[in-house]
């Protein structure tokens, strides 16, 4: 910057000796000057917006993983005495052991906030919904533990909620590996329906996402596959009102997939 000014003044002297030539050199010098300041400015912002998104990545990252531990431990806890349930009642200590897994779900219930929180101006879409129902996943469970339901659809939907857990953990794993970002970028683009071809003129490139566009993809198709096995499951349970109970679930957790889909489709459109 300091060189273009020095540019400048040196334009402003020749233009003072009336020389026009001597001149336009030095303004031309000048305008290189700006145009590399300018560029060097572009990639150190690059660079700060690349080191911004590596935090947020460890950030989510490290938050998700936490959450997936206390939800296998959660889910081996509920097994345990979902056997003990069925063997006699629950004494004091059963009952102990409940609540404390009843708080440790709540805990991951807000930790699942937090994750939405940090996703919150993110283009990751699919990535952020699919996160957002894993948390009412788990709000459905402690609804269901505060009546002391251990049960199989109680675990069932709790084992759901680790599996969510696991694809989001994977794809954010993806999403940190930049080779694998660029392949998948390529396959998502061809993968999905293309809007229009836009009038060519040149706009700001929108931000990368977090997460890229494939990898939200295989996790929202593993979220199907876990909806279809939990409407066979329910489509076999013996007792009727089981059958309601977890047709219900498995509507509502289509419902939710149907609409991320079409978020999804909508934003690809425009």
Do not use: C
């Not at 001149?23 to 290189?32: G, N, P, T, V």
């Not at 947020?56 to 998700?64: G, Q, T």
């Not at 006699?88 to 807000?110: G, K, W």
């Amino acid at each position: 910057m300091s060189q273009a000014q020095q540019n400048m003044e040196q334009a402003e002297q020749e233009l003072e000796k009336q020389n026009a030539e001597a001149a336009s050199q030095r303004q031309q010098e000048a305008l290189e000057r700006l145009e590399q300041a300018a560029q060097d400015i572009e990639e150190q912002l690059e660079d700060l917006q690349a080191e911004a998104m590596e935090e947020l990545r460890a950030e989510l990252s490290s938050l998700l993983s936490d959450m997936l531990d206390r939800q296998k431990g959660l889910n081996a806890s509920v097994s345990g005495l979902e056997a003990l349930r069925l063997k006699r009642p629950f004494n004091r200590a059963d009952r102990l052991r409940l609540t404390r897994v009843l708080e440790d779900q709540q805990l991951n219930t807000t930790a699942a906030a937090e994750a939405l929180a940090l996703l919150e101006d993110d283009a990751s879409v699919v990535f952020a919904a699919l996160l957002q129902t894993a948390q009412q996943e788990m709000s459905h469970t402690v609804l269901r533990l505060q009546k002391a339901d251990t049960g199989s659809m109680t675990q069932r939907m709790m084992k759901d909620v680790e599996l969510a857990l696991l694809d989001l953990l994977n794809a954010l794993d993806e999403a940190q590996a930049p080779e694998q970002q660029e392949a998948d970028a390529s396959e998502a683009q061809s993968d999905m329906p293309q809007g229009g071809s836009g009038s060519g003129e040149e706009g700001e490139t929108p931000p990368e996402p977090l997460v890229p566009m494939l990898a939200e993809i295989k996790a929202l198709k593993l979220s199907q596959d876990r909806v279809n096995v939990r409407t066979k499951l329910a489509s076999q349970a013996g007792e009727a009102s089981l059958r309601q109970e977890g047709s219900e679930a498995a509507s509502e957790a289509q419902a939710m997939l149907a609409e991320i889909l079409q978020e999804l489709l909508t934003g690809e459109s425009e």
